[in-house]
């Protein structure tokens, strides 16, 4: 059973601070990592997504991948109330190119 | 319409009723998928389509029957629910190959009384 490891939170960072969420996964075959952010109600939204070991970077988000370690996290700087969500880790199936697994999520929450 | 449409937003349904849930998509996407949600409960993938033929099946009660005419549309016909299936009922769709992940739509809030 191909897996997907999130700390549920809640997470409270202060506003302005770094919030780290972190993620790991089972399949080592796994090729394709993503970050999805999904506010209360809400449909989920592709916020990050990475293929090669180290960071990528997109405005205040950052995405860091060690397939070795099977980890994945996301960091968010310079945290804004906005930014409080559900943010879900997903990961590509190996052995089906179409099927992406995703994490429980980990709840944000950013105080002013 | 951009994206992914679903229809309704919401729905409340008695458990001898039949109705369906819509999903249209605009992307030019070769795939698409149902999930359903529960509260404090992952996303949970019921079906998936790809080329329009369906590639998986996760189990689901034979109550939820998913139906794939052509590459942009999905439905999910529903008939005597239990209320243990009220839920969110998520569309998304991806171009498989391509490594970029899923688009979800808004999601239907189902609730059998």
């Known amino acids: 059973q191909k897996e997907v490891e999130q700390n549920s939170g809640p997470l409270s960072v202060p506003e302005g601070a770094i919030a780290s969420l972190n993620c790991t996964y089972s399949d080592r075959g796994s090729q394709s990592f993503f970050w999805y952010r999904q506010y209360s109600g809400k449909s989920p939204e592709l916020i990050m997504f990475i293929y090669s070991n180290g960071d990528k970077e997109d405005g205040r988000f950052t995405a860091q991948l060690n397939k070795a370690s099977q980890y994945v996290s996301l960091l968010i700087r310079d945290s804004q109330p906005s930014d409080s969500a559900t943010y879900l880790c997903?990961?590509?199936?190996?052995?089906?190119?179409?099927?992406?697994?995703f994490g429980s999520g980990t709840r944000l929450s950013i105080r002013p | 319409e951009t994206g992914v449409t679903q229809t309704p937003r919401h729905l409340v349904m008695g458990m001898t009723n039949k109705k369906s849930l819509k999903c249209e998509q605009h992307l030019g996407h070769n795939a698409m998928y149902w999930y359903k949600q529960s509260a404090k409960k992952p996303l949970e993938l019921m079906f998936v389509y790809s080329l329009e033929e369906r590639v998986e099946n996760n189990s689901v009660p034979s109550r939820f029957s998913p139906e794939c005419p052509n590459s942009s549309h999905l439905f999910l016909h529903l008939h005597t629910l239990q209320p243990e299936d009220s839920a969110l009922y998520l569309c998304?769709?991806?171009?498989?190959?391509?490594?970029?992940?899923?688009?979800f739509g808004s999601g239907t809030r189902l609730t059998v009384v």
């Open positions: 997903a990961v590509n199936e190996y052995s089906s190119a179409s099927k992406i697994i």
């Open positions: 998304a769709s991806s171009q498989v190959g391509t490594g970029t992940g899923y688009t």
